[in-house]
């Protein structure tokens, strides 16, 4: 019989996870059915019900429902370590014994797509992680783990400090971006939303150290943070297409307990 999975989300129509593990289930040979479903606003929990009530096994959940889906799970103390530290959860499963287990998958997404695909070791470098919301409190963890020296910057402050203060590790410090004038970074990762708007995070000039990779989290478009980053002469630059795939590729190991080969996925979409 074919296991039931599908993204929730408001709004859905542009997600294209329906076809990333549409792609996943063709290679791997599972018998998957994935769609997007769009809940209302103050919907998500009733979705989650009805979703559960007719037999799916699970399902991915983006904005603006991440939160929420943590909250739903963790009144049952079943989210795995990486969503308790973020509070926020992407992938659903809807287990036998009628409980929902919680993880959040957009962090190794992360570390994957940036060391399996960009071939940039984390351990031992300087990683500069701007912004302190949902994003970037799903990949901190992760990061840390890979043994990346992490220091989080955000527009408002108190919110880097309140980031680097919920892990316990020496290698994670909070700030303001006028602290990073004369620091310079291996890699920076772009974990704001000021894509969306067309906006530069307040960078200083000369932050990228010889060889650095510039990540911005957002897809589909080049992003003021992208160009200043080539302007800057780093070496190189990336979107987050590829972390959107290894987080699928997370998600569907965890439901079906099988690895997708993401590499021809990646170029598919691309293409
Ligand atoms: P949130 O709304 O939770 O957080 C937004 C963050 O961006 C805050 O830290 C905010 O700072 C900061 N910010 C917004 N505008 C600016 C600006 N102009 N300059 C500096 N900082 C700014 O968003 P999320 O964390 O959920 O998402 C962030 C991004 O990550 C989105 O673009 C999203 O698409 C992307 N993303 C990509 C994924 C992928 O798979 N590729 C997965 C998850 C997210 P302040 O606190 O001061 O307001």
Redesign the pocket.
């Known amino acids: 019989m074919t296991d039931r999975y599908a993204v929730i989300g408001h709004p859905i129509s542009h997600s294209k996870s329906p076809l990333i593990h549409k792609m996943f289930a063709e290679q791997t040979g599972q018998d998957i059915s994935y769609e997007a479903i769009e809940a209302p606003l103050d919907g998500f929990a009733a979705t989650i019900e009805r979703l559960r009530a007719e037999g799916y096994k699970g399902c991915n959940v983006t904005?603006p429902f991440k939160f929420e889906a943590y909250r739903l799970v963790s009144s049952q103390q079943r989210a795995r370590i990486e969503a308790e530290l973020a509070k926020a959860v992407n992938t659903l499963s809807f287990l036998d014994d009628s409980q929902i287990f919680g993880d959040n998958t957009?962090g190794i997404?992360l570390v994957q797509d940036i060391q399996q695909n960009l071939k940039v070791v984390l351990s031992g470098k300087r990683v500069l992680l701007?912004?302190?919301?949902?994003?970037?409190y799903?990949v901190a963890l992760p990061l840390l783990n890979a043994e990346a020296k992490l220091v989080v910057a955000?527009?408002?402050e108190d919110?880097a400090f309140e980031l680097a203060s919920r892990f316990n590790a020496d290698r994670i410090t909070g700030c303001g971006y006028e602290a990073l004038s004369g620091q310079q970074f291996d890699v920076v990762i772009n974990?704001?939303?000021?894509?969306?708007?067309d906006?530069l995070?307040?960078l200083p000039p000369g932050i990228f150290a010889p060889g650095a990779l510039a990540y911005d989290?957002?897809?589909g478009r080049e992003t003021p943070f992208m160009r200043f980053a080539r302007e800057q002469g780093a070496a190189q630059v990336a979107d987050?297409l590829g972390?959107?795939v290894e987080?699928a590729a997370e998600a569907f190991y965890i439901w079906c307990g099988v690895r997708p080969d993401t590499v021809p996925v990646l170029a598919a979409l691309r293409g």
Do not use: H, I
């Open positions: 904005v957009d997404g701007m912004g302190a919301g949902g994003a970037a799903g955000n527009r408002t919110k974990a704001t939303s000021s894509g969306l708007s906006e995070p307040p989290m957002m897809y987050g972390m959107l987080q």
